[in-house]
């Protein structure tokens, strides 16, 4: 398990989070305000204490980019444009917050137990993307519904 995804397992298991979280609620008892804001391109930023989330996304998509964020402001110190700019650690640092999140909002054993065994049935179970949970799954919640799951 990357350093990423145990930070969010932890503050998960720490907070005695199941189900879909808040992750408003999250970020707000770390300290940070969430805004939704009318970001055209943009998704989510980080600014001063808040985290901006672009008012044209639906809850799954805004649950997952607070948490994206989150794991920015946690694991990720310091002014973000100036490292994207001037430094490789960008692509690095967008796994690890896409790490953080998939783990503050889901849950491997919480999805097993519950019988979920492809990815469109985790997405749905914990509220968020299903391309998320695609993209930051292990083997066996890579399948969806239609397909055999670890094919």
């Known amino acids: 398990m990357t350093r990423a995804r145990r930070r969010g397992a932890d503050l998960r298991r720490k907070l005695g989070l199941t189900g879909r979280v808040d992750a408003e609620t999250v970020a707000n008892?770390?300290?940070?305000?969430?805004?939704?804001?009318?970001l055209l391109i943009q998704k989510e930023l980080e600014v001063d204490g808040y985290i901006g989330i672009a008012d044209r996304l639906g809850p799954e998509d805004t649950r997952w980019y607070i948490a994206h964020s989150l794991?920015?402001?946690?694991?990720?110190?310091?002014?973000?444009?100036w490292v994207?700019?001037?430094?490789?650690l960008g692509c690095k640092y967008e796994r690890e917050?896409?790490?953080?999140?998939?783990?503050l909002l889901t849950d491997?054993?919480?999805?097993?137990?519950?019988?979920?065994?492809?990815?469109?049935?985790?997405?749905?179970?914990?509220?968020?993307?299903?391309?998320?949970?695609?993209?930051?799954?292990?083997?066996?919640?890579?399948?969806?519904?239609d397909e055999t799951v670890g094919s």
């Open 29 to 38: 008892l770390h300290g940070f305000a969430v805004q939704r804001l009318p």
């Open 71 to 81: 794991g920015h402001k946690l694991m990720h110190p310091g002014n973000h444009l």
């Open 84 to 88: 994207y700019r001037n430094s490789m």
């Open 97 to 103: 917050a896409n790490d953080f999140a998939r783990n």
């Open 108 to 145: 491997d054993w919480e999805a097993i137990k519950e019988g979920l065994t492809c990815s469109l049935e985790v997405a749905h179970y914990f509220g968020v993307p299903e391309e998320f949970v695609r993209l930051q799954a292990p083997l066996g919640f890579r399948g969806r519904a």
